[in-house]
């Protein structure tokens, strides 16, 4: 089993002063890496730049330019979407290398070069749609890599699971109608971006291959290990996918500013884990993370470094953080029943 990990120091300089989504991010997880000696055990690939061919078979022409004339002038936020989605001056370049990053994993891994991969870009993907960004995402890094997935390498059935405590509204969006791509997120209800209901389903022929699980304040690890095991797992089976795409956020950690979930490294271990074993089992193991948010530096570093140890096989994980101080509740009784029900599968 061999682990790569996708890298530039160009994700650094998109950068806006006092922005909570910035290079420090990436700089504790290099650290984090260095520290737990789990840089040695990984392979290190270079990340390509996204051709314009392949960006624009997600977004539209028209986004992309005005991405790159706002980072040629120097950067700002991105006009008529506020202002929590910066441009930098080194932004355009860096979404490329971003996207880029994810798609230069996915064919390692599709070539067999690698057995899986995690991408460690800023800025991250999840909520840009086909022809605006938000939510501090410009390119939607995983979007891309599976449309380069179904169109490049024949793929039928691409699976994108999406654990970021935010709902990825972009991605839920771009394959909203496509039942080549089943989607399937949790995420915390009552925040940003506030859409993800589990009513959420799809349409048209993608009826059934958007999963959305809203998960509630104060829901830890025992909470999303059963999403995963209860529903995510019989879904992914079903489905049958031949590759798995994972949006990795690590701002369902306790520590985190942005998300109110009570989650632990151990617990993105676990995650981890069962993306692993659902691959080993549906696709030969061929996963590719990418990074999505996280904004607790040590809980995302070291969440990040649990994943690694998970996509090398490693049976456990040491937590350097460790639980949060409140007891995290119990997933209410009867949701996953419900979930499964309306997904077609028997209650538990
Ligand atoms: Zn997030």
């Known amino acids: 089993m061999s682990t790569a990990y996708l890298y530039d120091p160009i994700y650094l ?18 650290r984090a890496l260095d520290v737990s000696r789990m840089r040695e055990r990984l392979i290190e690939l270079k990340p390509q730049p996204i051709t314009l061919e392949r960006l624009t078979r997600v977004h539209h022409a028209d986004y992309v330019t005005q991405v790159k004339r706002a980072a040629d002038r120097g950067g700002g936020g991105l006009m008529g979407r506020g202002d929590e989605t910066y441009v930098a001056p080194k932004s355009y370049e860096a979404a490329l290398l971003a996207a880029g990053a994810v798609v230069t994993g996915m064919q390692a891994v599709l070539r067999g070069e690698v057995t899986n991969a995690f991408a460690l870009v800023r800025p991250p993907g999840h909520h840009a749609f086909t022809d605006h960004g938000e939510g501090f995402c410009l390119f939607n890094n995983v979007a891309i890599a599976a449309n380069v997935a179904r169109s490049d390498f024949g793929l039928d059935r691409v699976l994108i699971v999406d654990f970021d405590v935010h709902h990825g509204n972009g991605t839920n969006s771009i394959f909203y109608d496509d039942p080549s791509v089943l989607f399937f997120s949790t995420h915390q209800w009552g925040i940003y971006p506030g859409t993800g209901h589990w009513s959420e389903i799809g349409d048209g022929a993608g009826v059934g291959y958007s999963v959305n699980v809203p998960v509630l304040p104060g829901w830890g690890d025992a909470a999303l290990i059963a999403i995963f095991d209860q529903l995510l797992d019989p879904i992914a089976r079903r489905f049958k996918p031949q590759l798995i795409l994972c949006s990795a956020g690590y701002d369902p950690h306790w520590s985190d500013r942005l998300g109110g979930l009570l989650m632990t490294d ?83």
Request: aromatic share 8%; hydrophobic share 35%; glycine share 12%.
């Open 13 to 30: 300089q998109h950068f806006q002063h006092d922005h909570v989504e910035g290079p420090e991010r990436l700089e504790h997880i290099q």
């Open 266 to 348: 151990q617990g993105f271990f676990d995650l981890t884990q069962r993306l692993v074993q659902l691959s080993n089992d549906l696709c030969d193991g061929k996963l590719v993370l990418t990074l999505e948010g996280g904004y607790g530096l040590d809980g995302l570093a070291y969440g990040v470094v649990a994943s690694f140890g998970a996509l090398l096989g490693d049976r456990a994980f040491d937590d350097p953080i460790g639980p949060p101080r409140r007891t995290p509740r119990d997933i209410e009784a009867g949701y996953l029943d419900q979930l499964r029900a309306l997904h077609g599968l028997p209650a538990c």
